[in-house]
């Protein structure tokens, strides 16, 4: 019910939806009669390919697994079930993925009638060009390519991360399964709390750190369920299995995550500055939060993502164990490289890249790692071809596998082959590779403005 209330409490499943959850933590979560159940289900984390590709992050079936509980639970409790970014990337086609699973479950379960809304964040690709014609529309970070014309075309679709505003709408209209688009990962969470009264602050900062879940407990996971519980004077967070707490120091490290500065965060439409946080350890494994405050912005920016194919990928996965081989790696890499080149004259080498990621050197760090001492006694290795189509890329890929495989380097005592391959074939052909080519700010009147409430009610629509 809408108005002010002393204090909400927000049952958090799990820190992307499909990821899974112990029954009895949620359950545990339901016995202390939370206003909201709120799951986030979608992230940047893995790169542009499920937004490009229009796939979701998740299986269907652990989807399903997940949202049953959610569901059905929050209909005999009363209280609304809010997804965020649903699908993985809140594109249409993934906001389709999940409300063709909920449509599903509401059937099997008798629920047609509890009353749903899909928050739409689409963004047409006509409104994103009238604005950066008009000056509106600016690159997120200094490594963000500059969008033109040609690359807005060649996009595969574009969202919008909503803020609270949409959802504070649909919790207003009396909305009991709010299934949102694109969303900046607090702002459901936020919406909760702002739509009974309370400080967006506090909403904001717990939204952050309930959006993973059991990620800032002790041991840390994304696989658990939290509560949140918010009031005028800050916000507690607390886990809801007996294996795990919360200190001062996890819940404030996880302040601190996916966050470019120390203390601020920017959102859609305000600015969260925690400087003044505090963090207090409670009885129970519970930390209480205080001092957040919001900083409201004078233009009200939207972050845009948009992703467009850039190439094919094949790659392949092999071992290494020869410590001669090892010792000269870069070395021997290069030459097989020069090989399939002088091979492939015909190929116009700017059609294709090489790369090689030595696991056991510097395979996560490349040329940033600062641990280049002793050599291992054995190291995998990923090289891929990238290319401007999948014929290419299984061709260059393919040579080069026969190249490193047989190269005879100067120390070399047996001539059986250099690699180790886990897998037959050894040529993996993945497929298209995409690139974010819209990761920008867009300015827009409102948070409201770019993103449709639309009522899917069964009940009402069939």
Known sequence: MEGKKKEIKILAPCGILGYGYPPQSFRNGMAMGPDAIV????????????????????????????????????????????????????????????????????????????????????????????????????????????????????????????????????????????????????????????????????????????ECAALCAVPGTTKDCMMGTIREDGFCIEPLSDERKCTALSVAAHTFYEKDHPYILHGPGCVLNLEQCRFTEQEGGKVWVSGSRIENTERYYIKLEGARLSAYRTFVVAGVRDPVFISRISEIEEAAKGQVEAYYQEIPKENYTIHFMNYGIDGVMGELEPARGELPHEVGIVFEVLAVDQDTANAVCGSLRSSLLHYGYEGRKATAGNLAFPFAPSDIVFGPVYEFSVYHLMEVKDGMEQFILEDVTLAASE
Not at 108 to 134: C, G, N, P, Q
């Open 39 to 210: 799951v986030d289900a979608g992230s940047t984390d893995a790169g542009p390919h499920k937004l490009g590709a229009g796939t979701a992050i998740v299986s269907r079936q652990a989807c399903k697994k997940d949202l049953e509980l959610m569901i059905t639970e929050g209909a005999k409790a009363k209280i609304p079930v809010i997804i965020g970014s649903a699908g993985g990337s809140g594109g249409r086609v993934h906001v389709e993925w999940t409300w063709d699973i909920i449509k599903e479950i509401l059937k099997e379960h008798d629920l047609t009638e509890m009353k749903t809304v899909v928050i739409w964040a689409d963004i047409e690709k006509d409104v994103v060009e009238k604005r950066l014609e008009e000056g509106k529309v600016t690159p997120l970070g200094a490594g963000v390519k500059e969008l033109t014309k040609e690359r807005l075309a060649e996009t595969t679709g574009i969202v919008a991360q909503m803020g609270h505003e949409p959802v504070v709408k649909a919790l207003k209209e009396g909305y009991q399964l709010i299934i949102c688009g694109r969303a900046y990962d607090p702002s459901p969470f936020a919406a909760v709390a702002i739509y009974h009264g309370l400080p967006p602050a506090y909403g904001y900062h717990a939204g952050k750190i309930l």
